[in-house]
């Protein structure tokens, strides 16, 4: 079975510093990974994914994420946060077999000045 | 465009109603998701189909039945509410099960029942 670990249920942090978001899978077999995120009362905006090839994948609005298969680790970055990315943030893994997508239990990104 | 629309957006009902809440999709997926998010943000599939056809149903009650008059509509109707059915319900759709490329989801309706 798979499953997803967002271990940060909440990240402050000051408009226009770095962030990280962690996030840890486990799966038996080749996973797909994907950062969703929520703004309020939206649903949800798929900010970018994973699904073979470089680690290193772009999404919108600036971050970033790497794939770590010896950590079993996606986490998501930003260099330089804004107000606007107040959201709360989402890492899936689909496998083919399971034939869904599993969510971790999100993390909320506050953005102050 | 609407992608991945859902009627309504929000619903308040009384407890023992029975609700329907209605998706569909304009993007020519084969695939469509129902997730339930609650209030703690937690997001987990319900069902999913396939070309009209169940392939996913988690253990959801029997309450919950979904139905899928073709592959770009799949409605969800829920008999006799209770509280604990409060929660956002998620539409999404994605393009086939196996490709990975993720799903396009909507907006979302928010279910209070009271």
């Known amino acids: 079975a798979q499953s997803v670990t967002q271990l940060d249920s909440q990240v402050p942090v000051f408009e226009e510093a770095p962030v990280e978001l962690r996030c840890n899978y486990s799966?038996?077999?080749?996973?797909?990974l994907f950062w969703y995120v929520q703004y309020p009362n939206q649903g949800l905006q798929l900010l970018l994914k994973?699904?073979?090839?470089?680690?290193l994948v772009k999404g919108i609005n600036g971050f970033e994420a790497e794939f770590n298969k010896s950590q079993t680790s996606f986490h998501l970055r930003k260099p330089s946060v804004h107000i606007s990315d107040t959201a709360e943030y989402f890492c899936?893994?689909?496998?083919?077999?399971?034939?869904?997508?599993?969510f971790g239990t999100g993390t909320r990104l506050q953005v102050t000045l | 465009d609407t992608a991945v629309s859902q009627t309504p957006k929000y619903l308040v009902t009384q407890m023992g109603n029975d609700k329907s809440i209605k998706c569909e999709q304009n993007?020519?997926?084969?695939?469509m998701y129902w997730y339930k998010q609650d209030s703690k943000k937690f997001l987990k599939i319900m069902f999913s189909?396939?070309?009209?056809?169940?392939?996913i149903n988690e253990t959801v009650p029997n309450r919950f039945s979904p139905k899928s008059p073709d592959k770009a509509h799949l409605n969800l109707h829920i008999n006799s509410l209770e509280l604990g059915d409060s929660a956002v319900y998620f539409c999404?759709?994605?393009?086939?099960?196996?490709?990975?490329?993720?799903?396009?989801f909507g907006q979302g309706t928010r279910l209070t029942v009271v």
């Open positions: 899936a893994v689909w496998t083919g077999t399971a034939s869904k997508l599993t």
């Open positions: 999404a759709s994605s393009v086939e099960p196996s490709t990975g490329v993720g799903a396009f």
């Open positions: 993007l020519g997926h084969d695939t």
């Open positions: 189909y396939n070309n009209k056809e169940l392939i």
């Open positions: 799966s038996s077999v080749s996973v797909y």
């Open positions: 994973y699904l073979s090839g470089s680690t």
